[in-house]
């Protein structure tokens, strides 16, 4: 049962904040005797995300596309009276065909449409006027902004700094996945093995939205947590290495790789994804990696080329193609482009290593 609860807890959090901002909302419009209060009421739900770098883009977003909206929906309500029919149809384009327009160019612009036709076509706005309307509307968004922003700050604060390591830690695991498999040579990828790059690429979306809530939670002084960029780039820079290493594997020379090079090659692969493990381990847990497992990698890499260096002893390159003379040598070039990358990657884990990411 504790096992469950832990693995829940995330979510079991976010549903307590999403509650907590839509009764709070509710109570704040009914006190304050908003004509519309359920507005409020979602926008609230809407600005609670995961982190409290997600709410502050979400709250801003809707708040920006709403004022927006209904400033301009409003204009147009003034400017084409409308009452059914053709002047209703002239009114709407004109309100919505800019706006529209401004939605596909921004994604903080996708409510300013929405809320142009409501403010247009709703009966209560009719009733009210298209001033008092857009006026309420207004107060209504900035409302569940302000009070799913401050759930965010103060119920459980989700940091996405936090989240980022942890994000890191399986996409590494992923790629070490990868490379246990690239080591083995398979005639024929596995369903598992073939599952695994869709999986980082997953993995590798989810680490950049991120990285992008972390990074507007240092803007906005709201964490002290190292910069969360050169943990992506180098993260990005590692799958494209593994995107290298399994093409040139798959175009490479099978018999000559399984015969002179194969334990060679799958001691390599197999110590960078030992590597790899090490440090996704030091980001979940906030330490730092140990070295240990750096001189394994650069000893395998080194065994790699000897066994490459055999081979010409033996003059077994010379019955090999060009193309296939390069894609042997390639693989030594992309293993130390791992290696590289791989000593970069620990000197981020050991940044996050004990840093604050709480408020700044």
């Avoid at 709407?92 to 247009?120: D, E, K, M, N, Y």
């Avoid at 993995?203 to 992008?212: D, F, H, I, K, Q």
């Avoid at 002893?313 to 193609?321: H, I």
């Avoid at 693989?331 to 050991?350: C, G, I, M, P």
Wanted: aromatic fraction near 4%.
């Amino acid at each position: 049962m504790r096992r469950t609860l832990d693995r829940q807890r995330p979510r079991l959090l976010q549903g307590l904040r999403m509650t907590a901002a839509s009764l709070a909302t509710f109570v704040l419009a009914e006190s304050l005797g908003l004509p519309q209060g359920y507005w409020a009421v979602i926008t609230a739900l809407i600005v609670t995300q995961g982190s409290v770098g997600g709410s502050l883009k979400a709250a801003f977003d809707r708040f920006l596309g709403s004022v927006l909206g209904a400033c301009y929906g409003g204009a147009v309500a003034f400017a084409i009276p409308h009452h059914g029919g053709a002047s209703t149809f002239a009114a709407l384009f004109v309100a919505v065909a800019p706006l529209t327009v401004a939605a596909a160019a921004s994604a903080g612009f996708r409510i300013a449409p929405i809320t142009a036709i409501i403010v247009l076509l709703s009966t209560t706005g009719s009733t009210l006027g298209p001033l008092a309307f857009a006026l309420d509307r207004i107060l209504e968004i900035g409302l569940g902004c302000v009070v799913g922003l401050a759930v965010s700050l103060l119920v459980a604060p989700a940091r996405a700094a936090r989240a980022v390591t942890g994000q890191a830690a399986a996409l590494a695991r992923l790629l070490a996945g990868q490379l246990e498999a690239l080591a083995r040579l398979d005639g024929e990828e596995t369903p598992e093995a073939k599952a695994l790059p869709p999986a980082v690429r997953r993995s590798l979306a989810r680490l950049e939205t991120l990285v992008g809530e972390a990074a507007r939670e240092r803007r906005s002084r709201l964490s002290a947590a190292p910069d969360p960029d050169p943990l992506l780039r180098t993260m990005t820079r590692l799958r494209h290495d593994l995107v290298l290493l399994r093409r040139a594997i798959a175009e490479a020379d099978e018999d000559v790789l399984r015969v002179h090079l194969a334990e060679a090659w799958g001691d390599a692969a197999n110590a960078a994804a030992a590597r790899l493990r090490v440090v996704a381990d030091a980001l979940a847990g906030g330490s730092r990696p140990a070295d240990t497992d750096a001189a394994d990698l650069a000893a395998a890499i080194a065994g790699y080329r000897d066994a490459i260096d055999g081979m010409r002893q033996r003059q077994v390159t010379r019955t090999l193609s060009t193309d296939g003379v390069g894609r042997i040598f390639w693989l030594a070039f992309t293993l130390e482009q791992v290696r590289r990358n791989l000593d970069d990657l620990a000197e981020r884990a050991a940044d996050f290593a004990g840093a604050e990411t709480g408020t700044a």
